[in-house]
């Protein structure tokens, strides 16, 4: 079963600092890997996703996440935090390879102290 | 263009109720959703449907769980005798075919049951 642990429930970061958030997978082959955000009482957005052979993915809003198959990871970072930058943010993975149930982690909220 | 809709977008219950909860999904996307929420979770799978074919309901956690999509659009979620257990928020989400991996969330529904 395919399964990801996001590390840290609770980050905080001060404005201007790099965000680093950590995702680690479990899969019996490399799969299909997303990073979403959620802002207050809103649904959740996709900010990027390894699909590829790309092993560093860039996204929206100054993100990007590299593919570490000896790690089996799938950390998050952004040079330079911004306040609005402050949400919750979930990783999540699925099987390659037709349509495959996505599992998600519990969410590490960012919090950004100016 | 319009993104995914979810109403109500707050729904109070009272234990024992029966609730019916509403996505239009983006025009086009032949694949959609249900998640369910838990406060401080990540969004856990509830069903997946294929145009009007529900595919996957392995997520559904009691048969008081419903889901359907009969025109291949529009899906309703029904809880029937709510339990204070199911209070969570519910996440719709769509994806264009051929695009499974890919999901639009719409802005999820509140269920609190008292």
């Known amino acids: 079963a395919q399964s990801v642990t996001q590390l840290g429930s609770h980050v905080s970061v001060s404005e201007g600092a790099l965000v680093l958030l950590r995702c680690n997978y479990s899969s019996s082959v490399p799969p299909y890997l997303f990073w979403y955000v959620q802002y207050p009482n809103q649904g959740l957005q996709l900010l990027l996703k390894y699909t590829s052979a790309a092993t560093l993915v860039k996204g929206i809003n100054g993100f990007e996440a590299e593919f570490k198959k000896s790690e089996t990871s799938f950390h998050l970072t952004k040079p330079s935090a911004h306040m609005s930058d402050a949400a919750e943010y979930f990783c999540?993975?699925?099987?390659?390879?037709?349509?495959?149930?996505?599992?998600f982690g519990i969410g590490t909220k960012l919090q950004v102290i100016p | 263009g319009a993104g995914v809709s979810q109403s109500p977008r707050y729904k109070v219950a009272k234990r024992g109720q029966d609730v019916a909860l509403r996505c239009d999904p983006i025009?086009?996307?032949?694949?959609l959703f249900w998640y369910q929420q838990a406060l401080g979770q990540g969004p856990e799978f509830l069903t997946y449907f294929q145009n009007e074919a529900q595919l996957d309901k392995s997520g559904l956690p009691s048969d008081r769980f419903f889901a359907e999509r009969p025109e291949g659009s529009v899906s309703t979620l029904k809880i029937q005798r709510t339990q204070q257990e199911d209070s969570a928020v519910y996440l719709c989400?769509?994806?264009?075919?051929?695009?499974?991996?890919?999901?639009?969330f719409g802005p999820g529904t509140r269920l609190t049951v008292t």
């Open positions: 999540a993975v699925t099987p390659r390879g037709g349509y495959q149930k996505v599992t």
């Open positions: 025009s086009g996307h032949v694949s």
């Open positions: 989400a769509s994806s264009p075919q051929g695009e499974a991996y890919e999901q639009y």
